[in-house]
């Protein structure tokens, strides 16, 4: 399978289940759930001390909405990225999401995700 070959909606159809997944998982602090479908080279670098310590000192992690808007998609090599416009519960503003696809072992994983 060639992500870079798919539609930006079919791309979008793929990423936003992960995305609420994240989304679900990172307000409840539910390391196992949040890390699921992570790539092998994410999960060694995404260790649940070190999540737990972003959960606790970032309180827009752990407040994300439901609702988001998507942005678009970026192709990179064999890699793509969906960046979304997110929101918080509790923390005013807007703020850039971002979740990068690519395949492992014929299997779409996330290789990236993070909120700035």
């Known amino acids: 399978m060639d992500l870079n070959k798919k539609t930006d909606k079919e791309i979008i159809e793929i ?15 539910d390391y196992n759930a949040f890390t699921r479908n992570f790539s092998k080279e994410m999960l ?9 310590k972003q959960w606790s000192r970032n309180e827009i992690l752990t407040s994300l909405s439901p609702e988001y808007s998507n942005l678009g ?9 969906v960046l979304y416009k997110q929101r918080s519960k509790t923390v005013e503003g807007d703020f850039l999401g ?14 990236g995700a993070t909120i700035f």
């Open 73 to 81: 998609c970026l192709r990179r090599k064999s890699f793509v990225t």
């Open 15 to 29: 990423a936003n289940p992960f995305w609420d997944e994240l989304i679900k998982s990172s307000n409840k602090k």
């Open 98 to 111: 971002r979740l990068v696809l690519g395949i492992e072992e014929d299997k779409i994983k996330i290789f």
């Open 44 to 52: 060694l670098a995404s260790n649940e001390v070190e999540i737990g």
